[in-house]
């Protein structure tokens, strides 16, 4: 056999070969995480009649048993879909557990068990497993190892942590295997990720944060927000008419109709009919992205209602449309992904609320169609003032940036006081506009080239402004220097909460691909600590809240979005707040600023007395 075949394929047919015969294993030792580090033994997957499985079951719950958890499911998305197959294993042996050939009594006593915090598990994204357990009106608790979320923790680049692709270096075709099998491969891959969790000292974000915070998106999705469809229609229609009016005016000027959202035709009337300077070329054309419009803003009056353009089309399309087909009995269930970003903030998709383009007033009246689920409650916003800023402050100790927040400066207007040189009363609106761009920029590792661009001035004009800010702001220079050098020495960087990302590119020999993995350097530790924090403040006011008199419905980038009962508004926002500003010491206080209204447009500052 070695002669005919690869060493590569003898391992995969001997994998294949076990499998389908026999599993070696080893049993449980302390704790659920620890399974298969004892003695080998050899199992078949074990085939039970309905008797037999209550009579297992009522066994794993007198041993308190660890079990590790796979699962499939059916339904056009998770809010709306069941669970049609589990795979389990616990030490000793592996077990199928099908839904549709199962009695009652049997997947009554399962899930009593899944509710039952005692019987400790181990599954692959337990938020999908506890939302597909809510559409039923059952729970999910004792979770001791979420692997979708340790994978991600371990390793925040990778593109996707399902069971299927975290088994597949056991498996050269992890879709072949059942589901029981899935669960003994997790097994194996839960060792691994323990003893990596353990070097990397990644235990406490993951049981402590991650974990938990699983749960709780998970009720937060199913509650969903209502969306006033009347609203909704007609704002979709006012977007059609104004996008119709763009396009009657995008012609006019061009002198000629075309295919607006054709990159190829866009290209030509801008650069050879009108004229314009090409800035860059792909390779079907001329580039008509959003970055090449924006430095041709003052070229000619058509690239402002080009952009507004397909901003309108955007929302058509993403939103009104997306929004519509999407609702639910009236509301909209977003899925929050806590495995997608590699700072460790939240995304959401179906539909992606972070990304309502709320700079125009466009944008911002999409928010007029969100409202409370239930009858005359009211919404509450939660946002985090400057919380980038603050973490910043935090960790150059500069001594100006420190004393803003501390004396509840307006740090802008500070930062336009030292960089123009003039008293704090002096700043002019168009002073701290540009020193807001700079207090943001640098944390995202922007260069005078971009300030400039992002501001509209000359790239010399944006240079002094950095210039003078590091003149005035020192420690934040030395510790911007001082990030990139250390993460160059050891190969990654850290948030407060010991969040870990690699960036390899800053070894890279391309000078294009090193000035990225700076800029990733001297953003993720501040980025990745506000997501760090926010979540830590998610828990908090889950734990705080009692279930009748509020419901966190959204978070979305600093701002939390829940919907209160109207006699509990004062009770719940000092609870809110209290729990957001506490939720971790900086050397700067952390502050936050509520919002009240009857829809996330139409919101009013709401003042809480401590």
């Known amino acids: 056999i070695l002669n005919r075949y690869s060493l590569h394929t003898v391992a995969r047919l001997m994998e294949k070969s076990l499998l389908e015969q026999n599993l070696d294993i080893g049993s449980t030792k302390e704790h659920c995480s620890n399974l298969a580090k004892e003695q080998d033994i050899t199992v078949t997957e074990k085939k039970l009649d309905g008797a037999s499985w209550i009579e ?47 009695a009652s009594a049997v997947l009554e006593k399962w899930n ?112 969903g927000i209502a969306v006033d469809q009347k609203l909704l229609f007609e704002y979709g229609q006012e977007l059609e008419n104004k996008i119709l009016q763009l396009e009657r005016e995008i012609y006019d000027l061009a002198g000629s109709k075309f295919n607006i959202n054709s990159p190829q035709q866009l290209g030509k009337v801008l650069f050879e009919e009108l004229g314009l300077p090409p800035l860059k ?43 519509s087909n999407q609702l639910i009995e009236g509301r909209i269930h977003t899925t929050y ?43 509450l916003s939660a946002d985090y003032s400057q919380i980038e800023l603050r973490i910043l402050a935090h960790y150059s100790r500069d001594p100006l940036l420190c004393e803003s927040f501390v004396q509840g400066e307006d740090v802008h207007s500070r930062t336009a006081s030292e960089v123009f040189g003039v008293p704090m009363e002096q700043v ?54 001082e990030v990139v050098q250390n993460t160059k020495e050891k190969g990654e960087v850290r948030t407060l909460l010991n969040r870990l990302r690699k960036i390899p590119e800053l ?47 959204l978070q979305v980038h600093d701002e939390l979005l829940l919907q209160v009962k109207p006699d509990s508004l004062d009770r719940v926002a000092n609870i809110v707040v209290d729990s957001m500003e506490n939720a971790y010491s900086l050397s700067v206080p952390l502050v936050v600023d509520c919002k009240v209204g009857k829809n996330w447009y139409e919101m009013e500052p709401y003042k809480i007395y401590k």
């Not at 998305?77 to 050939?101: A, C, F, P």
């Not at 003994?184 to 990720?193: D, E, S, V």
């Not at 939240?346 to 007033?361: G, K």
Request: glycine share 6%; aromatic share 8%.
């Open 281 to 323: 070329k792909t390779k079907t054309g001329y580039s008509t992205s959003a970055e090449t419009l924006e430095e041709l803003h003052s070229e000619h009056p058509i690239i402002e209602k080009i952009l507004e353009y397909r901003l309108l089309v955007k929302l058509n399309s993403t939103y009104v449309k997306g929004i």
């Open 112 to 223: 009593e068990l899944l509710m039952d915090d005692s019987i400790l598990k181990v599954v692959a994204d337990s938020k999908t497993l506890y939302t597909l357990l809510l559409n039923e009106g059952k729970s999910l608790a004792g979770i001791d190892l979420d692997l979708s979320l340790a994978a991600y923790l371990l390793d925040p680049g990778r593109s996707n942590y399902s069971a299927t692709e975290l088994i597949r270096e056991y498996v050269s075709d992890p879709l072949t295997l059942t589901v029981g099998q899935e669960a003994y491969l997790l097994q194996k891959l839960a060792k691994k990720l323990v003893e990596n969790l353990a070097e990397q000292n990644l235990e406490r974000l993951l049981h402590e944060i991650e974990e938990p915070l699983s749960l709780v998106l998970a009720k937060m999705e199913k509650t």
């Open 337 to 379: 992904q806590q495995t997608v970003t590699a700072t460790g903030r939240l995304s959401s998709v179906e539909p992606n609320l972070q990304n309502i383009p709320i700079r125009m007033e466009e944008g911002r009246k999409l928010r007029k169609i969100f409202k409370p689920t239930k009858e005359n409650w009211l919404l």
């Open 507 to 553: 070894n890279h020999s391309n000078r294009i691909t090193r000035q990225f993995g700076e800029r990733v350097a001297k953003n993720t530790p501040i980025q990745g600590t506000a997501a760090d924090i926010m979540k830590i403040a998610m828990l908090r006011v889950a734990s705080n809240l009692k279930e009748d008199e509020a419901d966190i419905l």
């Open 428 to 481: 002019t609106p168009e002073m701290r506009r540009k020193a807001k761009a700079v207090n943001f920029g640098l944390i995202y590792g922007l260069t005078d080239y971009g300030l400039g661009r992002d501001l509209s001035i000359s790239r010399k004009e944006a240079k002094y402004y950095i210039t003078k800010y590091f003149e005035r702001y020192s420690g934040v220079q030395r510790y911007l220097e």
């Open 56 to 102: 297992q079951m009522n066994n794993w719950q007198d041993n308190k048993a660890c079990l590790v958890i796979s699962y499939r499911y059916e339904g056009p998305n998770i809010h709306q879909g069941k669970w049609t197959e589990m795979g389990i294993y616990d030490g000793k042996q592996v077990y199928s557990l099908k839904r549709d050939s199962q």
